[in-house]
């Protein structure tokens, strides 16, 4: 059994990682824990300047900390009309608190007088497993779409209210989370990890 430790303290980001992780092959062969269950571990400053480098630094600390095989994953929101932004600081992006609510808002705002056809957008996870003595391995995933001009839906969190997937029409949070968990961004990047688990476990 190969017990794994998520990098992360988001509520939302830990059940949908486990959901996904549920529904893969290597299901009965991991075991999950979180930051939750660590409450003593200092907190990781995300200061790299690209998603790898904060996944990175993120799962090596958590690994050195606990002793164990860490994953921690860095995602973001880039917008085209934005020059790229939020990126690195969508979950920051108004402010080093923001609700999600905040974040949207001030994304709308910026966006208001761009046009629907400029108003693409992707959301991309970089993952990052390490272990104890420093080992590391990257994998990724994208998902391309365009920002609503309104929020959409109820469920899933983040940025999924105003994320149009470009292949459905809808936003995430239109979509539910089960057909985001086979299309997202992560779920793409958590279906690399899982192949490269195999390996690992098989």
Do not use: Q
């Not at 790898?52 to 994953?71: F, H, I, M, Q």
């Not at 086979?182 to 476990?201: F, M, P, T, V």
């Amino acid at each position: 059994m190969l017990k794994i430790v998520l990098a992360t303290k988001n509520r939302g980001k830990i059940e949908e990682i486990r959901s996904i992780l549920k529904d893969s092959d290597i299901k009965g062969d991991i075991e999950i824990s979180s930051l939750l269950d660590y409450p003593g571990i200092p907190e990781i400053g995300e200061d790299g300047a690209t998603f790898s480098e904060n996944a990175r630094k993120k799962a090596l600390t958590v690994a050195a900390y606990t002793g164990l095989t860490a994953c921690a994953d860095d995602s973001g929101l880039v917008v085209d009309a934005l020059d790229g932004a939020p990126g690195i600081y969508s979950a920051r992006f108004a402010g080093e608190r923001a609700s999600d609510s905040e974040n949207i808002k001030k994304l709308l705002r910026l966006l208001r007088s761009i046009p629907y056809e400029k108003r693409t957008a992707r959301f991309i996870c970089v993952i990052a497993l390490a272990t104890p003595d420093g080992h590391v391995n990257l994998v990724d995933g994208e998902c391309p779409g365009m920002i609503a001009t309104e929020e959409r839906g109820a469920s899933g969190f983040g940025y999924d209210p105003v994320f149009i997937v470009s292949a459905y029409g809808k936003t995430f949070a239109e979509l539910g989370r089960e057909v985001k968990n086979k299309i997202s961004h992560r779920a793409i990047a958590l279906g690399k990890l899982c192949g490269l688990l195999e390996r690992w476990i098989l």
